[in-house]
Each structure stands twice: as structure tokens, then as C-alpha cells.
């Protein structure tokens, strides 16, 4: 049973930077996605990591702001968040699976953690 504990979130000022912890446990899948939600709009696609390659892809609204990587020794996937907009503003998610086709689907992800809040001032 995969678990997912993510940590980090608070707030922030634009501009600033946070960095988002995913604490994975019974790790049995190899592709992982942080996802956000922002009030009154749906969970969208931010970043996505095949575990053992460290391939990446982002959403064209985070990409060359955000990066995600991973640490094997401590099980732990992260989201380096700079250059904060106040549109980044959402409760963010880490989730996993196990194949990489339509990774950016938010319905494909069988495992998510709890969500932490970032909240970016203006």
C-alpha cells in the first residue's frame, strides 16, 4: 500500500520561493505528479517524475519556475517552487502510478497524498 505525505506549503511573497516534501512509503510504482488545486477550479497537472530515470515534465504555467526531483535514500519527491506568482496559490498534491501514458490526467492517479496549502502574497 503506497502512502504519500507531502509537507512544506505555507506562505509565501511573489517572488519568493518554497520547497513542497513528498514522503512515499510502500513505494511499489515508479511515476510520480504533484497536481494543484486553487479555490473554485479543478485539480490541474504541475510536474511529473519517472522515479528510477528522473525523467521530468512540467505545465507550461510552472516550467522553468518549479522543479521536481527525487531522493532515493530518503524516499522523499520534491517541488522546488521560485519565482512565486500569487496564481500559484492552491493546495498542492503529490500522487502515484504505475504506468507513464497520460501522465498529466489527473483520473490516472490511483494514490494521493493529503495536500499541503501555498498561499503566494502579492
Known amino acids: 500500500q503506497v502512502q504519500l505525505v507531502e509537507s512544506g506549503g505555507g506562505l509565501a511573497q511573489a517572488g519568493g520561493s518554497l520547497r513542497l516534501s513528498c514522503v512515499v512509503s510502500?513505494?511499489?510504482?515508479?511515476?510520480f505528479a504533484w497536481f494543484r488545486q486553487a479555490p473554485g477550479k479543478e485539480r490541474e497537472f504541475a510536474a511529473f517524475?519517472?522515479?528510477?530515470?528522473?525523467?521530468?515534465d512540467y505545465a507550461d504555467s510552472v516550467k522553468g519556475r518549479f522543479t521536481i526531483s527525487r531522493d532515493n535514500a530518503k524516499n522523499t519527491m520534491y517541488l522546488q517552487m521560485n519565482s512565486l506568482k500569487p496564481e500559484d496559490t492552491a493546495v498542492y498534491y503529490c500522487?502515484?502510478?504505475?504506468?507513464?501514458?497520460?501522465?498529466?490526467?489527473?483520473?490516472?492517479?490511483?494514490?494521493w497524498g493529503q495536500g499541503t496549502q501555498v498561499t503566494v502574497s502579492s
Open positions: 500522487a502515484a502510478r504505475s504506468s507513464t501514458s497520460n501522465y498529466r490526467a489527473v483520473h490516472s492517479y490511483g494514490y
Open positions: 510502500g513505494r511499489t510504482f515508479n511515476n
Open positions: 517524475i519517472t522515479w528510477s530515470s528522473g525523467t521530468t
